[in-house]
């Protein structure tokens, strides 16, 4: 009798989180009876290739990745965030017809079909791409933006050729200053900037720079990116150009908008300022900032309570801009006093490194458990968050508020 | 550290015991959550307006042979997608036509209703940057409009008084 009940209600919690706008409310009372679904994911959305995700804008769509997809060691391509930026986006690539470019300041221009590209030595590791705004929405006072939880974040394997194989292919002369990186994605108006970003040439001839053709295995969706996206490991996502079709050595700074005047952050040391006082001087956003989440528990996936007396799996990830991760600590009273958590596997200084621990609480009551990841390069989490009017670069450490009842029932 | 916390958990672990606790539900609930479960299953098999995909592989080369398996090469060769339709519909306000005719040529109503509260200097920022960095062709009356609604709807001002 138990057996089809079980998995009647398994199917609902299960299939509600599925179900898009129209079902929206048939999740929404499902989630009532089964699921006690927090509202950090809701509205949810399915989109091409995608899984239902956290529905910041649909035109052009910015679609964030649930939490509980953090509890894998890499993110499914299905679940992965989305953003872009101007409508129309690309809505067909054939590959049959798909060239990447490449031209400007080189001896050779050329023009490589996916076959030529997949022809080249491949590459393949694992690096987190994380929008530049990820975590806009907590921001305080609040700042305009794709309002962001903390799931615009992925750890991905990625496969691909280097990009300093593509350039030297291609045969830079000398004087060349920047490499420009442009997608299939164009604007809505003949005067809208096209979304273009550029890399020193420097950075641009590193080892780790790729042009991924594969993200965990399979053909990146459409939505992030097929047929190729370029991958920056340790900057922020807003380099990592989608739809990747035409890469430009110029010989000059490139001045277009996204570079010049989009993406900027204060040039200090915390890419801090405040409402009444802002940056005079900025610079483009760059490389990421120490990071550390609350995977198990959290209040995103809504476990946040358990029983005295029982052993609570303590989880999470932490990375940074490149050096790896040397140390994780936790505290389990709001900061006082530290320990230190056992670290995952090791899957390159790129990479999510997971985070455990585990805890017994002896007394009920609420417990304010923090997290900071300290890297290899000596870097640790501000005890306050900084502020900057982008709603970029947050890095605070991260508090979650746990209730441990009166006891354990069995 | 490590001999204090032994056998470091399984995320997948984890994420079932999560699915135990979900499970719970009472016998009434049951009657209700039958039929619900019905259409939960139709949308979830047939989606509901999240759009289509056509992907397109071809075989490449011979198949390998691999472990005594015959390993089939496929790539892809092309993908169409067709996004969903999910725009949200905007609260009435004043200027609120302006709104329509003006700005969701670009983009959806849903970068206006996801975005926190803003004072009017915030918002006649955005509205400017609009038309002074992306192009769009606005007239001065309508920003204006714009500018009322927006602060009508996601004003940070209480007073009530939108202009």
Known sequence: ?410 | MTDKHPAPKDPSEVSREHDETERRLDGPALIIAVPLLLVAIYFAFYGVDSGRSDIETAQMGTPATEAGQVRQITAVTSKTIELPHLQPILPPGPGLEAVEVNCVVCHSPRLITDQPDFSREQWTEIVHKMVGTFGAHVTADDQDLIIDYLTFIKGTDTSGDSQ
């Open chain 1, 1 to 410: 009798m138990h057996e089809p009940k079980q998995s009647a209600q398994q199917a609902i919690s299960r299939r509600a989180l599925l179900a898009s706008t129209a079902g929206m409310c048939v999740s929404a009372l499902g989630a009532r009876l089964a699921m006690a679904g927090p509202p950090y994911d809701d509205p949810v959305a399915r989109f091409p290739e995608k899984t239902a995700l956290r529905l910041l804008n649909d035109r052009a769509p910015q679609l964030e990745t649930p939490w509980r997809y953090f509890k894998e060691d890499l993110t499914p391509n299905e679940a992965m965030f989305v953003r872009w930026h101007l409508q129309p986006i690309p809505t067909h690539v054939d590959l049959n017809t798909w060239t990447l470019r490449v031209g400007g300041h080189v001896n050779e221009t050329l023009s490589l079909s996916m076959d030529d590209i997949r022809a080249m030595p491949a590459q393949e590791f694992v690096a987190v791409i994380q929008c530049s705004g990820n975590s806009r929405r907590y921001f305080a006072p609040r700042v305009p933006g794709g309002q962001w939880g903390d799931g615009a974040m992925a750890n991905v394997r990625w496969k691909g050729v280097r990009l300093s194989d593509v350039l030297e292919r291609a045969g830079m002369k000398s004087g060349a200053v920047q490499v420009t990186f442009n997608g299939l994605d164009t604007g809505p108006l003949p005067a809208t900037p096209d979304f273009v970003k550029a890399l020193d040439v420097d950075h641009a001839m590193q080892q780790e720079i790729l042009l991924a053709y594969e993200m965990n295995g399979a053909e990146l969706p459409l939505l992030n990116g097929f047929p190729m996206r370029l991958i920056v490991p340790g900057w922020y996502a807003t380099y990592w150009v989608k739809c990747l079709s035409e890469i430009t050595v110029t010989d000059t700074k490139f001045d277009g908008f996204w570079m010049a005047k989009a993406y900027h952050i204060p040039d200090n040391a915390n890419a801090s300022e405040t409402p009444n006082d802002l940056a005079k001087n900025t610079v483009p956003i760059n490389r990421f900032n120490t990071r550390s989440f609350w995977v198990h528990p959290s209040e995103k996936t809504g476990e946040t309570e358990f029983a005295n007396g029982a052993t609570i799996p303590l989880e999470g990830v932490a990375f940074d801009g490149g050096s790896g991760i040397a140390s994780v600590e936790y505290s389990l009273d709001g900061g006082g006093t530290w320990q230190e958590a056992t670290l995952g596997d090791d899957m390159g200084g790129y990479a999510f490194r997971r985070w455990r621990a585990e805890w017994t609480p002896t007394t009920p009551g609420i417990y304010q458990l923090k997290v900071r990841a300290t890297s290899n390069d000596g870097e640790t989490q501000p005890v306050d968050a900084k502020w900057n009017h982008g709603g970029y670069m947050r890095n605070v450490i991260e508090t979650v508020d746990v209730t441990i009842t009166g006891q354990e029932d069995g």
